[in-house]
């Protein structure tokens, strides 16, 4: 497996326009989670899902951000609209866990350098 | 709340051996990870202790005390690729949360 594909993996727009940042986690894995990592906050959980259902999105900052998991193999994170504090690097991830909820290890893409001016 | 807690910054000189702590607070605790990040890369998964007890993977080894919510790193015969930053992360019913992470600097 290719691991989890992030893309675009730099982006810069103005104050204002959407953004849509795109996740394909590894084939077989049940769960996804977009992370926002800064220096101030450091690697923050937004959302994850299960089996492209949201099961938690109590980190997502403001109703200006949303995400969607339509299918197994696909995830976008959606900013509208953006704001300079974004400005942040935005991972997905992805892990298979066990039965009873143990979460071993995840598996995280690229990430997404995005830059809002 | 759910909260991990482990220092900011670590200095260690190549060769030796370096522990990084890190502390918990949650419900529903699973296990405790470790994961590595170089500077602009993304984060990898170095180790996982599901019990209580040491875990040894080659050069790093790492601990839990589920009684003390209480776990470390320890990075033996420090290299130079080493210097990275070091989070721990607690995982429950699939949840995954880090903490601020530590970031080692090993000197020559």
């Known amino acids: 497996d290719a691991g989890v594909i992030q893309s675009p993996r730099h982006e810069v727009t103005e104050m204002g326009q959407e953004v849509t940042l795109r996740c394909k986690p590894i084939s077989g894995h049940d769960y996804l989670f977009w992370y926002r990592q800064t220096m101030m906050r450091g690697l923050e959980l937004l959302i994850y899902?299960?089996?492209?259902?949201?099961?938690?999105d109590s980190g997502m900052p403001e109703d200006r951000f949303s995400a969607k998991m339509p299918n197994a193999s696909f995830s976008t994170l959606k900013i509208q609209p953006s704001e300079p504090r974004d400005s942040a690097v935005y991972f997905c991830?992805?892990?298979?866990?066990?039965?009873?909820?143990?979460?071993?290890?995840?598996?995280f893409g690229q990430g997404t350098r995005l830059t809002v001016v | 709340g759910q909260s991990l807690e482990q220092p900011s910054e670590v200095t260690a000189v190549e060769g030796a051996i370096v522990q990084i702590n890190c502390t918990y607070q949650?419900?529903?605790?699973?296990?405790l990870s470790w994961y590595q990040q170089h500077d602009g890369g993304a984060p990898t998964f170095l180790s996982y202790n599901g019990l209580d007890g040491l875990e040894e993977t080659g050069r790093f080894s790492s601990f839990l005390s589920r009684s003390d919510s209480y776990g470390y790193l320890l990075l033996q015969e420090l290299q130079m690729k080493d210097s990275a930053s070091y989070f721990c992360?607690?995982?429950?019913?699939?949840?995954?949360?880090f903490g601020q992470g530590t970031e080692l600097s090993v000197k020559p």
């Open positions: 949650t419900s529903g605790f699973y296990g």
């Open positions: 899902f299960n089996n492209n259902v949201p099961i938690d």
């Open positions: 991830a992805s892990s298979l866990v066990k039965a009873g909820g143990e979460s071993t290890e995840a598996f």
């Open positions: 992360a607690f995982g429950g019913g699939g949840k995954l949360i």
